[in-house]
């Protein structure tokens, strides 16, 4: 059977109408601080802090970020490593580079102002379809929909519709069957928060949907056959990539050696602690380190971790190693490649809390 593009799309209409209502009369409850002053700047900030990110952990980002960098030209002049200190624990550090690029290009080209064109905003670095749209509702109030994984759930349970979500077509599609059933002014960024927020937090994505609060029950169609957890469908993931990798928290006195990573690839340009190829034993790192010029002290165990990327798994090994001296070798890799981490810097303890970002994926051997 050939599945139609948002079959059953007749009801967007009145749905549209219903969940406007719905977001008018109801209390905005999940206290969101850039929905407060949707500003073209703070609407973009935050839509890019969300991917991939919960709204509760993004809150404290964002006020933060917005205190240090206020306007789109503080961004685009800000110090790259200030710049990742701030995002630190978001993850996903390209976003933050292409925001200082597309702040950059909006100095340079648009008078330091986020442009109402959507295509304008779809040339600029990290911004995409569903980006644009944001903007181009929230702080526009252009008529159209954002549509985000929360939007193409409820839309996939309205219609029992078991298109692939993932899939950049459904989603193009269900904006060409909403685009005509969508207002203008504030109205059009409300009915996108209600989209939103009714798969935030009613049209849950685990677990059992809370239909006997929805307001748009009446419209479901998988609700009315008791088929809400068959939808929406995705196509299965690729297997992660799992890799070992032995970290080396070094220090000398009160100071920790850390390293810039290659500017290209995986947590690119960001500062790590040295780390190696493989689940190395005590022995093997003590052999490694004093082959690399140090003259070791002391070398502890310690707790051992995991960390999941999109497509990679780490498995890590931690082991705190104490120097006598900081040597500073050419380089404390396993791999001989020319786009090798940088050689060792050696930074006080307090230094990694307040001025270098360290990404999570090595955040689990941060000195305390």
């Known amino acids: 059977m050939k599945i139609l593009p948002w079959e059953g799309s007749t009801v967007f209409p009145a749905l549209c109408a219903t969940l406007l209502a719905w977001r008018k009369s109801a209390p905005d409850t999940r ?3 850039w929905r407060d002053e949707p500003t073209p700047y703070h609407v973009w900030i935050s839509e890019i ?3 991939q990110t919960r709204a509760a952990v993004v809150r404290g980002y964002f006020l933060r970020f917005l205190e240090a960098l206020p ?7 800000v110090d790259d490593d200030a710049l990742m200190k701030l995002w630190q624990g978001l993850g996903y550090y390209s976003r933050a580079r292409n925001l200082k690029r597309a702040a950059e290009v909006i100095v340079e080209k648009h008078d330091g102002q986020l442009p109402k064109d959507v295509d304008a905003l779809l040339a600029l670095p990290g911004i995409g379809r569903y980006t644009a749209s944001a903007i181009a509702s929230f702080a526009y109030g252009q008529p159209r929909p954002a549509v985000d994984g929360n939007f193409l759930r409820v839309a996939a349970r309205i219609t029992a519709n078991p298109i692939d979500i993932a899939k950049d077509t459904s989603k193009r599609a269900l904006e060409a069957a909403l685009a005509s059933s969508y207002p203008t002014g504030r109205d059009a960024g409300l009915l996108n928060e209600a ?5 935030a937090t009613v049209c849950l994505p685990n677990g059992v949907p809370l239909c006997h609060t ?4 009446q419209f479901c169609l998988a609700h009315d056959r008791g088929t809400e957890q068959d939808y929406p469908v995705k196509a299965a993931l690729k297997a992660r990539r799992k890799e070992r990798r032995t970290v080396l928290l070094l220090s000398c006195g ?5 390293r810039k990573r290659p500017a290209r690839g995986l947590l690119a340009g960001l500062w790590e602690y040295p780390n190696l190829e493989g689940k190395l034993s005590k022995r093997a790192v003590h052999a490694h380190i004093e082959s690399e010029g140090f003259d070791v002290c ?13 497509h990679i798994e780490w498995e890590l090994t931690g082991w705190a190693v104490t120097v006598a001296a900081m040597n500073e070798p050419p380089l ?6 020319t786009d090798a981490p940088s050689s060792l810097l050696w930074v006080r303890r307090a230094e990694l809390a307040d001025t270098y970002s360290i990404p999570a994926a090595f955040g689990y051997f941060t000195p305390q």
């Open 31 to 33: 206290d969101l601080p």
């Open 49 to 51: 802090m969300l991917q």
């Open 71 to 77: 306007s789109v030209r503080d961004l685009a002049n």
């Open 195 to 199: 989209f939103m927020d009714l798969g």
């Open 214 to 217: 929805c307001p748009a029950a």
């Open 254 to 258: 009160n100071r920790i050696a850390i």
């Open 298 to 310: 002391d070398i502890a165990p310690l707790p051992p971790a995991r960390h999941i990327f999109s």
């Open 332 to 337: 404390m890799a396993a791999e001989d490649r």
